[in-house]
């Protein structure tokens, strides 16, 4: 496969990316050497026990931190080398996320949360209000827009944090462990949005530990020790 | 074009979030804030107008109960201003002139203890004064001094024989004794006294005490300018001093043009003419500027004080929502709209509490101070508050603020990213 045709057919590429945190005189090597494709359209889960450097790994080619070493390539742009400014704003336009802890801005309101990254981008506020609305509806959430994080349920707090990630239709969706702290029948309703945000091409790189949320996926990337033990 | 409208996002979404967070901050801990702010608003003008306004009352008062508005006198070389009766005419035919006061003025010495014959060892109860020989109604008009009678009563037209005494002159106002300072001791109203200027001597009725902080009259003995004449032993129509009380409203600017137009006539030959302004003692214009660098530098501690509290409370503000600033970095906003989200916080608490200062101060405070001066011995204190220096403050107060606002947040916006996410 040539060059090119490797550029357009994967959204995330990586070659030899390592992750090691210095404390003092000790070197803790979290990655060691990892090389991974992404396809397009792929929802992708990343898989292991605590401490595998799965969430270390999402947040280098997630752009959220700087690899040791190696080389990343997000939609063909090179993105190890980006300055913070630069970062800052591919990730606002290229890059949707999902924490784990829902991650919202308090004093904002579920809408003005969503509404917050497209009027960055330069939408004027009741343009980002109408889209934030439209995409909080999708998620099931048309009635709590008005809300503040603290009236809402973890469930609902995780749907208006997808929907704050989906709003300006990002390239790719990356969530870290978005079902952690919430109970079986709001996972179950997030992974559901998951897959029908799948079905309509929407790439996905999750986190997760739960093997039946792996099993929902279209490939499972184990790692283990800093390293993929299986793909 | 492109950055422009990047500059423009990154300000809408400063304000954004700038609004929001103070509009669903903590009441309470918001009105701490803006409390805060308008005390140290507070300290920084009213300290400072205190002190100024200690000596800015004294120069007030020198003027409306001293000088007036300009005072006409005699050459350091000679006797009396020469020609005061054209002078005088003069002032009179100038629409600007609203009030006059011609006076005779002589050294002389007042003497309690001139009825009884002193022991060897007995120094006798006398003091040396400047005595005026005033139109108790034309220096009421100019002066008030009628009011600051403290003891006693004002000098009527016809009391040929009544004096009034200035309080520094008693030692029951001014308890001093020191070999170049004397006072009259014990002197009740009604009292008789000789009254000895040169050689000429009266005996004279004790009317009233006068205490106006003013030393042009608490050093002064008063009486009717017919009798002051005689005793000076004054033979032509001239006088020793002129105060002139411009038209309400009147200005330096006005003061200055009439002196101009008296010395335009050339009177400068025969008087010193001198406006309120420039008669004011050097020492208290000294005094003045002194206290103006006094007040500034409290001023300025004032002011370190109001940016160091502005920067404890954005620093703790956004440390405590660390995370979440790096929750708004992850998603893509920029780093400069948090900072100035903070920026506009800290100006917010900065406009609010100067506002209510600036209310508090103007509707209440100087209002209230100049209603009720504060006592001080030496003059009755205002708070000397012009607009534009107080203003000036506010402008340096924001700077300050915006300053002491920027620095915590763009300390705490440029951590590490995932850091401030998982809270490392």
Excluded: C
Excluded at chain 2, 29 to 49: E, R, Y
Excluded at chain 2, 175 to 202: M, R, S, V, Y
Excluded at chain 2, 223 to 235: F, N, P, S, V, W
């Amino acid at each position: 496969m040539s060059t090119t045709q490797e550029q357009s057919e994967y959204i995330i590429r990586t070659s030899g990316v390592r992750k090691s945190f210095v404390d003092g005189d000790k070197v803790t090597h979290v990655l060691k050497g990892i090389d991974l494709k992404i396809k397009k359209g792929e929802f992708v889960a990343i898989m292991g026990r605590s401490g595998a450097g799965k969430s270390t790994l999402l947040y280098q080619v997630s752009l959220l931190d700087h690899p040791t070493e190696g080389e990343i390539y997000v939609d063909g742009v090179r993105v190890t080398d980006m300055h913070e400014d630069e970062r800052v704003s591919f990730r606002l336009k290229e890059l949707g996320y999902v924490f784990q802890d829902y991650a919202l801005l308090p004093d904002l309101t579920a809408k003005e949360n969503v509404a917050v990254p497209l009027i960055m981008q330069g939408k004027q506020i009741s343009e980002a209000y109408e889209i934030a609305e439209r995409v909080l509806t999708r998620v099931g959430l048309g009635h709590r827009v008005n809300n503040l994080p603290s009236k809402l349920s973890g469930g609902e707090q995780q749907r208006v944090s997808i929907a704050r990630a989906i709003a300006h239709e990002p390239k790719i969706l990356f969530a870290d462990e978005p079902t952690a702290n919430l109970d079986s029948e709001s996972s179950a309703l997030v992974l559901k949005i998951f897959q029908e945000l799948h079905a309509l091409g929407q790439t996905i790189v999750m986190v997760t530990h739960e093997d039946e949320y792996g099993k929902a996926t279209d490939r499972v990337i184990r790692l283990q020790d800093g390293q993929i033990i299986r793909e | 074009m492109h950055a422009l409208k990047r500059k423009s996002n990154i300000y809408r979404v400063g304000f954004f979030l700038a609004y929001r967070q103070i509009k669903r901050a903590s009441l309470w801990t918001t009105m701490l804030i803006i409390a805060v702010m308008t005390l140290t608003f507070l300290n920084l003008v009213v300290v400072n107008g205190v002190l100024v306004g200690l000596i800015q009352s004294s120069i007030q008062a020198q003027k409306e109960r001293g000088t007036g508005d300009i005072i006409v006198t005699k050459l350091q070389q000679k006797n009396q201003i020469e020609r005061s009766g054209e002078i005088l005419s003069v002032l009179e035919g100038l629409d600007s002139v609203k009030h006059i006061s011609a006076k005779y003025i002589g050294s002389g010495i007042l003497n309690a203890d001139y009825r009884r014959k002193l022991r060897q060892d007995e120094s006798p109860n006398k003091v040396g004064a400047t005595v005026v020989g005033i139109n108790p109604v034309h220096e009421d008009l100019i002066t008030g001094v009628s009011k600051y009678v403290i003891e006693g009563a004002y000098l009527q037209e016809n009391d040929t024989d009544g004096v009034v005494i200035g309080a520094n002159l008693l030692y029951k106002y001014t308890p001093i004794e020191t070999a170049g300072f004397q006072t009259l001791k014990d002197i009740k109203i009604g009292q008789k006294l000789k009254l000895n200027i040169g050689d000429n001597a009266k005996e004279v009725i004790v009317r009233g005490v006068i205490k106006s902080k003013v030393d042009e009259n608490d050093f002064r003995v008063f009486m009717l300018d017919r009798e002051a004449r005689k005793l000076i032993g004054r033979t032509d129509s001239n006088v020793d001093e002129i105060s002139v009380r411009l038209k309400p409203g009147a200005t330096e600017a006005d003061a200055q043009y009439t002196k101009q137009f008296l010395l335009n006539n050339g009177f400068e030959e025969f008087a010193k003419i001198q406006t309120s302004v420039e008669a004011q003692p050097k020492f208290l214009k000294d005094i003045a500027a002194t206290f103006g660098i006094l007040g500034n530098l409290i001023g300025s501690i004032g002011l370190a004080v109001a940016s160091i509290t502005i920067f404890i409370v954005i620093f703790v503000n956004a440390l405590t929502r660390r995370k979440f600033i790096g929750i708004m970095k992850g998603i893509g906003i920029h780093p400069k709209s948090i900072e100035f989200s903070y920026i506009l916080q800290s100006i917010f608490y900065a406009v609010i509490g100067s506002s209510i200062g600036l209310a508090v101060l103007y509707g209440f405070l100087v209002p209230f101070v100049d209603a009720h001066p504060i006592n001080f011995p030496f003059s009755d204190g205002i708070i000397y508050a012009p607009l534009v220096g107080t203003m000036m403050r506010v402008v340096l107060l924001l700077i300050t603020t915006v300053i002491a606002g920027y620095i915590p947040a763009r300390m705490i916006v440029k951590r590490n990213t995932l850091d401030a996410i998982l809270g490392r």
